[in-house]
């Protein structure tokens, strides 16, 4: 209602029905055509199919499991991304026995292998199981129960499995190839670093677009390319440098590059992991967890990586701290208020500028 009072307010025509481009400028809905000279793409994303997993009512997608009318007693996570490990947290937090499937070596793989390891470590200690570099070969339900099938023959059985694979961009069937806008080989609409597509005047934003699918990287993006459009020239944001947060229980929270990417990148780096056992906050709260900064040697910090209960509140500081290529002497040299989980951040700072306040490790 509040978004509709502002599009009612700044005089904006608001179309409802299903949309298709029509190449150009142009979108056709409802049997209109409509013709801008811009054109900004933004359909967003749906839940990703995996063949030979029928979804029904007890094999869930995770817009399934939001609605789903009671908490299961026993749930199998098929994906240890983002998705599946909040869900994982969710269910467990409710009293569910699950077991978190995931084939690559590690959960929410995007992240630093530090915060992966912690997380994992955290969940076990909650009572979930987690399977890595474990392969699914195929699922079936019937009316009391979900059978899930490894390649290696072994079977589990829950009462719900959660296929939680990722997300797929809402592209097909809009329009787009057809009409000359070019598709990745994953169905993402390919666009420069102005998010202009391969069609002039036409942008895309959001989920359609190749990197993180976060929401607020979609409204970074539709806040750029409408100052593009009025001709402010906006400086671009890279994708590294947008925060993510991952909300489970502990949290896990970053900024800028991992570790490894960061080795990758630069010759030599330095890194300094603070544990919030330290940080007088955390001890009010009663609760762990720990910052790892990423630097590059003798230069500034180009990660921060963080994993404990409410980290994400930290993400703020820790992202001007990386876009704006802050060296940590700078942040050292910061004030900050006591007692709060934020000065952990000064402390580790502190510490990779050879200034340590407390021991480190």
Known sequence: QGLRSLIAGRKIELVQGTGRYGGGT????GGRRITGSRLV????????????????????????????????RRA??????????????????????VTVIEALPRLIAGEDEWSSEHLTRALGKRG???LTETRVAAAYEDASSVTVTMESGETLHADVLLVAVGRAPRTADTGF??????????????????????????????????GPQLAHRGFQQGTFVAESIAGLAPAAVDDVNIPR????????????????????????????????AGNGKSQILQTAGAIKLVRVADGPIVGVHMYGERVGELIGEAQLI???????QDVAALVHAHPTQNEALGEAAMALAGQPLHAHR
């Open 26 to 29: 142009t979108v056709e809905v």
């Open 41 to 72: 793409l933004a359909t967003g994303s749906q839940v990703r199919d995996l063949p030979g997993f029928p979804i029904g009512a007890r094999i869930l997608t995770s817009e399934q499991a939001l609605t789903h009318p009671h908490v299961p």
């Open 76 to 97: 199998i996570v098929l994906g240890g991304g983002v998705i599946g490990v909040e869900f994982a947290g969710i269910w467990a937090s409710l009293g569910a026995d």
């Open 128 to 130: 979930i199981t987690v």
């Open 177 to 210: 190839a057809e009409h000359g806008v070019a598709l990745d080989d994953r169905g993402f609409v390919r666009v420069d670093d102005r998010l202009r597509t391969t069609v002039d005047d036409v942008y895309a934003v959001g989920d359609i677009t190749p």
């Open 245 to 276: 947060v991952v909300y489970t229980a502990p949290e896990v929270a970053s900024v800028g590059l991992t570790e490894s990417a960061a080795r990758e990148r630069y010759p030599a780096i330095q890194t300094t992991v603070y544990d919030l």
């Open 322 to 328: 990386v876009n704006w290529g802050a060296f940590p």
